[in-house]
């Protein structure tokens, strides 16, 4: 079992910036894959970002690439999503995940593991 606790959500204004922080918990950190997800009111949960075990390979959806970056701690057993240039449409639960490699945590399938999901609001 995998203990997965997000922060670091809250309102923010177009433009800004946020950093999401998932902290891990229970088995070995560095032996899973971890993603990021998001899912916005009335509409499905959807793939955000994800990274290999050891971060040599990161995943994007194209709606945030050039904007996301995902990068882990594996001393520390977190990963985190710096998020810059936000968008409205950006407004989304997000959740962080665990699974055995980046391209599995690219489907809620491939995902064995789930946080509970920390709001993001972007404001106009």
């Known amino acids: 079992q995998v203990l997965l606790v997000e922060s670091g959500g809250g309102l923010v204004q177009a433009g800004g910036s946020l950093t999401l922080s998932c902290a891990a918990s229970g088995r070995t950190f560095s032996n899973y894959g971890m993603g990021w997800f998001r899912q916005a009111p009335g509409k499905e949960r959807e793939f955000v970002a994800s990274i290999s075990r050891t971060g040599g390979i990161t995943l994007y959806a194209d709606s945030v690439k050039g904007r996301f970056t995902v990068s882990r701690d594996n001393d520390k057993n977190t990963v985190q999503l710096q998020m810059n240039i936000l968008k409205p449409e950006d407004t989304a639960v997000y959740y962080c995940?665990?699974?055995?490699?980046?391209?599995?945590?690219?489907?809620?399938?491939?995902?064995?593991?789930w946080g509970q999901g920390t709001q993001v609001t972007v404001s106009a």
């Open positions: 995940a665990a699974g055995r490699t980046a391209r599995d945590l690219t489907t809620r399938e491939g995902s064995d593991y």
